[in-house]
């Protein structure tokens, strides 16, 4: 435009004749050719139409570029040496840069919104599957502790009304809290405790358990009852009861935003067909961890002879520094 081979309004219409149709060819191609033809199987049809708009821009414009050629002051050199039949090719040849990219654009827009969709899809399989998981743990809790009860009513009557009273704190937890999606930790943990003392209301004699438990105030957040089904494992399979042989002990525990858990506990030698392996809860805890943290923890189980053990290293969001206290 700045070369000084015509005036303004001859190298405006020149440019013009140039950009238009293929802004024309850009913009049909994709808003209408590939959404409403292409995509929805007609190929052939497509082709065809795509073909006949391009041969009949070509032929037009041609006849446009050879006119303006003879009767306007916009001379180009290279134009006075080739025929009249080499400019319709020439505007063939240029009708399919905008096509190209346009296909493009709208190949990689047809992309983004399958990456979309899939996204969406893989979330809401993720959220059915941990809402599927979290129901789980509600009857499976429920029915341990229920047995727990019914055993200490057995032999002390007076402690079971401290125990429903404690049992009703619980299930408020796992009610209205368990429903959300994270959890302070702080909570978490204290629904824990509650478990845990609910535990020794059958036995408070607690010499033979080593319990070290995170006080958090940071604002960390954590998935609902995830934590609680390792806790549940240790005094459902644990002989803690025997003050000489059985023993507990549980440690969590935060490394700036890393959440630790690491559980022991002696077990009861059972028959083969009802050995030790961690039951619903365990398994519940391992695919709970596989769809909400997937790149974020590191879960192990060892079972040795009479000691079974986890290990558990979570990463979490946070800020300040915890303490550890006894329980």
């Not at 080499?86 to 346009?102: A, D």
């Not at 000691?307 to 979570?314: C, D």
Request: proline content about 5%; glycine content about 4%.
């Amino acid at each position: 435009m700045f070369s000084g081979l015509a005036d303004w309004p001859s190298v405006i219409v020149r440019v013009s004749s140039f950009l238009i149709p293929q802004m024309f060819l850009f913009f049909i191609n994709l808003l209408v050719l590939q959404p409403r033809i292409l995509e929805r199987g007609k190929r052939i049809q497509y082709f065809t139409i795509l073909f006949l708009i391009v041969t009949a821009l070509s032929l037009g414009l041609g006849f446009v570029d050879i006119y303006l050629n003879e009767h306007s002051d916009f001379l180009i050199q290279p134009m006075q040496h080739h025929s009249t039949l080499f400019v319709i090719p020439g505007r063939f040849m240029s009708s399919i840069p905008p096509i190209i990219i346009s296909a493009l654009i709208r190949n990689s827009i047809l992309l983004s919104r399958k990456n979309k969709e899939s996204l969406e899809l893989k979330n809401k399989v993720l959220e059915a599957e941990t809402n599927a998981l979290r129901s789980q743990i509600n009857p499976h809790f429920l029915f341990n502790t229920l047995n727990n009860i019914y055993s200490l009513s057995q032999y002390d009557p007076k402690k079971t009304g401290k125990a429903i009273l404690q049992l009703s704190d619980i299930l408020r937890y796992v009610t209205y809290e368990a429903n959300q999606k994270n959890v302070p930790l702080k909570q978490e943990l204290a629904n824990i405790e509650s478990f845990i003392q609910l535990q020794l209301l059958k036995d408070p004699d607690d010499s033979n358990l080593d319990i070290q438990i995170l006080d958090d105030d940071r604002g960390l957040q954590i998935s609902p009852l995830l934590i609680l089904p390792i806790i549940e494992n240790c005094f459902k399979h644990a002989n803690h009861h025997d003050k000489v042989n059985g023993w507990i002990r549980i440690k969590i525990w935060a490394e700036d935003t890393t959440l630790r858990v690491e559980t022991a506990n002696t077990t009861v030698k059972k028959s083969k067909a009802n050995s030790y392996g961690g039951g619903v809860g365990m398994e519940n805890v391992q695919k709970r961890l596989k769809l909400l943290y997937p790149a974020a923890h590191e879960f192990t189980v060892k079972h040795q002879e009479s000691v079974y053990s986890t290990n558990l290293s979570l990463e979490l969001n946070g800020t300040s520094t915890p303490s550890a206290i006894n329980t």
